[in-house]
């Protein structure tokens, strides 16, 4: 997993950046997103692929605002051969691959539930899910990629880190709130960061 953009911008993307020198693989990103996209529309079929292991995680996680796991995977999947079989429609001069794919995907939430006869409330609350701007269709993917990434480390210290990133608490205040130790929240707090790093895609340079 590859957390992606300019974590200087939010204040839990600081306290990943603060304590050491991180090399990030921004440009080979780019540059992948970059040449996928040129090639979408006429390249071979191993490009769906790419595209999977590019943006599979968005828009899975784009998905699974209005629906539940399963059908969140199921509408992932019909979103990439959807992509696919009118692949010829996408222009990158007009927009990148991650919004085009979140276009196709609030399509088919919406089929999803007008197929099973909820035309209304169900239909509208899954418009809103989706983002129309690019910047902040960043914002939701950094911070889902947190999230994810959050999730896998053990359960005190998801609620250690979760305390400092999402409600900007100091170590004395979570360490109040909770109970646990001083000394405890912030070796915890230290070992989260560097798995969270590396799980992000972020290493030692």
């Known amino acids: 997993m590859h957390l992606r953009g300019d974590l200087r911008a939010y204040p839990w993307g600081m306290a990943l950046l603060a304590t050491s020198e991180l090399r990030t693989e921004d440009t080979a990103h780019s540059l992948a ?8 529309a006429t390249g071979p079929e191993s490009l769906l692929r790419d595209a999977y292991d590019l943006f599979g995680s968005l828009v899975y996680s784009l ?14 999947q019909e979103v990439f ?29 919406i089929d999803h539930f007008r197929a099973r006869g909820r035309e209304d409330r169900r239909v509208e609350q899954a418009k809103h899910a ?7 269709l960043e914002d939701v993917a950094l911070r889902m990629l947190l999230v994810d990434a959050i999730d896998t480390l053990p359960e005190r210290a998801q609620t250690i880190i979760s305390m400092a990133f999402f409600e900007d608490l100091t170590h004395v205040e979570i360490s109040a709130r ?3 130790p001083l000394g405890t929240v912030k070796s915890d707090i230290r070992r989260s960061l560097e798995r969270l790093r ?3 895609g972020y290493a030692h340079g």
């Open 178 to 180: 909770t109970g646990i």
């Open 33 to 40: 997103v970059a040449e996928l996209e040129r090639a979408f």
């Open 130 to 136: 989706f983002i129309e701007s690019p910047g902040e």
């Open 81 to 109: 051969i959807a992509a696919w079989k009118n692949r010829h429609r996408f222009d990158p001069a007009r927009g990148g691959l991650a919004p085009w794919l979140t276009g196709i995907a609030r399509n088919k939430v």
């Open 63 to 76: 998905c699974r605002r209005s629906v539940d796991d399963a059908a969140a995977a199921d509408i992932t």
């Open 198 to 200: 590396h799980g992000l």
